[in-house]
């Protein structure tokens, strides 16, 4: 081989190793080319800013309540079209392709051992499982030619990390061998959707807990969302009594570091959470960070006080620590999820609100404008006290705190640590969450004006170049507005329910006869549990309530006593009936719907329970020319009795196989 000819190799050589070194392991649907960015996103206001900072993934919580929905049957989520319905629209406006990505509860963790037992407990995890079918069902059904892999799923935020964490040497309020009756409640949620599914062997036991549990969801997820890409949740506080508080103790201690990986990597092998069959494990492992932005004014400083400040050292054990759990699953693709996406704003920033400061974006993706030694921090950022002993730290101000790193590095917040991500089999990292900053607001105190955009769009990582015209529309949802986009970590709805909205007047401290302040539409907000009277029916927030939710048209409201609002409550065909528990009347009785529903005649369809009165005998028999969209819907047709298995219209009892005879 000559000179030329070598040089030549051994440039194509270079080049193919520089590819292989940026190449992504990332789980179906997601780029491999480079780490993909995202954000969260409600079906609201934030749609016109994303149409302009273009990214590939969004990310929202599925259900009702955002944490599993254990008291309600969910056969279709009006909120997952709206979703769909955004992330299509914003994908065709990028004229790039996006991605979905739906949180959901099986097992609420996030609300600690009561709620964890509550889930688990016969009847409530039968409700679990139906939901989550239902929930792959209609996922499954927004899938095509142009989109193979419809959405992904986030399954169950802060469970395996509270599990591991909670029992302690004498304490253990969950005892990890507690009885889970997973065959029974898995056959009854089989049964009432009407599904004809054979339930594997070594979930069918005599002796069953929380590992047969975890192989019980990963084969629903196989079983009905084939083409769903799935992982779990889990926390960097995992099987440590005392917290996060290790990962600061790990800066001068860095032995820590091992014995947090091997054994989070133990219990998740003993929670059977990978197998190593590809036709029951998950596709990839999220990690997450607080859920809010460390320097939000309306956490009083909780954010530093409580441990949430990571300098660039705490975020190179963070790496260290997802790395090593990822690797030792059998190196899993990672999501870095609900990471806090404001920054360290200095004098003159594009981001005026010097409110929701934070650090992770500095060190994700670097902040040019960081002055040496930090001094051009805002002072609401640099001036606030560092508390003693969380952080094993002399430092008393978080300028000084942040300044420790800088003896070693001193540009490591200045520059990007992409690379370490790369390094940590980091597939996407999707920003915000439902109080956070992401890359647009969900309303205007969370818009950082297209700061984070920028640095994302520094280093190429922007999914096409944004609309181009129209950009400025609203997305329309398709059923009303949607739910709550934050679960359970006390993130609140945008927009009404439908139906009229209230009138926006000063609010003053008008107290009503049942003693309760009479809720007014023009309050900025109303907090999770807040109780108010309205229309004589008093009423509790059961997450928070936006400005304008209005009691009775917002299911953000829940009435807790008196009568519902005035109004027509006859059941009308014409009506869309998108709040559960609304109540109407038909044929001399009243009946509670317990979901969406438009056009499902009440004591016809299971939408809708009678609650109240008599209702005349229904007519069951088949009807060629009628839609039968509710699974489970009996008939009767030449004397026999069925019931349909899906959807269906025109297909003869007893000739299809939709219909199954009873």
């Known amino acids: 081989m000559n000179l030329k000819k070598s040089v030549l190799a051994l440039a194509c050589c270079a080049a193919l190793a520089a590819q292989a070194a940026h190449a992504i392991s990332a789980p179906p649907g997601w ?197 769903i890409t799935f992982g779990w949740q889990d926390n960097v506080w995992a099987g440590d009594p005392t917290g996060h508080g290790w990962v600061h103790q790990a800066t001068s201690q860095p032995s820590i570091i091992a014995p947090h990986i091997s054994g989070e990597v133990s219990f998740l092998q003993s929670m059977k959470l990978v197998t190593g069959n590809k036709d029951r494990d998950p596709q990839y492992i999220a990690f997450d960070k607080w859920e809010r932005d460390v320097f939000d004014s309306e956490m009083a400083g909780l954010g530093v006080s409580n441990g949430y400040l990571y300098n660039a050292r705490d975020m190179g054990v963070y790496m260290n620590y997802v790395s090593g759990v990822a690797s030792g699953l059998g190196k899993l693709p990672v999501m870095l999820w609900q990471i806090p996406g404001g920054h360290l704003q200095t004098a003159g920033d594009v981001d005026q609100r010097y409110d929701h400061g934070s650090a992770e974006p500095d060190f994700i993706l670097g902040n040019p404008q960081l002055a040496a030694g930090l001094s051009n921090v805002a002072n609401y950022i640099n001036d606030q006290a560092m508390p003693a002993g969380i952080y094993g730290s002399s430092a008393t101000t978080v300028q000084a705190y942040l300044q420790a790193d800088l003896a070693n590095d001193p540009n490591s917040l200045s520059h990007d640590h992409l690379d370490l991500l790369r390094q940590a089999n980091v597939f996407s990292v999707l920003w915000g969450g439902g109080n956070t900053t992401g890359v647009a607001g969900l309303k205007p105190s969370q818009d950082d004006n297209g700061w984070l955009f920028a640095r994302i769009k520094a280093h190429g990582l922007n999914n096409g170049e944004g609309c181009q015209s129209g950009c400025d529309q609203p997305i329309v949802p398709t059923h009303g507005q949607d739910q709550n986009p934050g679960g359970n970590q006390g993130s609140g709805q945008s927009g009404d329910q439908g139906g009229t909205s209230a009138p926006v007047s000063p609010c003053g401290d008008v107290i009503g006869a049942s003693g309760l302040p009479v809720w007014c539409a023009g309050q900025d907000h109303y907090n999770a549990g807040a109780t108010v009277e309205y229309q004589n029916a008093t009423w509790q927030a059961k997450w928070w309530a936006n400005q304008g939710d209005q009691p009775g048209v917002a299911d953000v409201w829940q009435r807790t006593g008196g009568q ?98 009873m």
């Open 564 to 661: 519902a609002p005035a109004g027509d409550s006859n059941w009308s065909a014409d009506k869309t009936y998108d709040t559960a528990g609304t109540e109407v009347s038909y044929n001399g009785a009243i009946y509670q719907n317990q979901w969406w529903t438009k056009g499902d005649i009440p004591g016809q369809s299971a939408v809708w329970k009678q609650i109240g009165g008599q209702a005349p005998a229904a007519d069951l028999s088949w009807s060629a020319d009628k839609t039968y969209d509710t699974p489970g819907t009996e008939v009767s047709y030449n004397g026999a009795s069925y019931q349909n298995q899906w959807w269906t219209k025109g297909d003869i009892p007893g000739q299809s196989a939709v219909w199954k005879r």
């Open 31 to 227: 780029p491999t080319s480079q780490i993909a960015m995202g954000t969260v996103v409600n079906g609201g206001q934030e749609s016109a800013a994303l149409s302009v900072r273009p990214v590939f993934g969004f990310f929202t919580y599925a259900g009702q309540d955002g944490a599993g929905d254990h008291d309600v049957v969910i056969r279709h989520d009006q909120k997952v079209d709206n979703i769909m319905n955004e992330v299509r629209t914003l994908s065709d406006r990028m004229q790039a392709p996006a991605m979905p990505t739906f949180v959901f509860y099986t097992v609420d963790g996030s609300s600690g051992d009561d709620s964890l037992k509550r889930d688990i407990s016969n009847g409530t995890l039968t409700i679990h499982y139906q939901n989550l079918i239902s929930l792959l069902q209609q996922l499954e059904g927004y899938r095509d030619t142009a989109h193979p892999v419809p959405a992904t799923v986030l399954l169950n935020p802060d469970f395996l990390g509270e599990l591991h964490k909670q029992c302690a040497q004498y304490y253990c309020p969950v005892p990890l061998n507690t009885p889970i009756d997973v065959k029974g409640e898995l056959t009854k949620a089989l049964q009432a959707l009407n599904l004809d599914v054979a339930i594997p062997a070594d979930l069918l036991g005599e002796h069953q807990s929380f590992p047969e549990y975890v192989q019980s969801i990963n084969w629903l997820m196989h079983q009905f969302g084939p083409h």
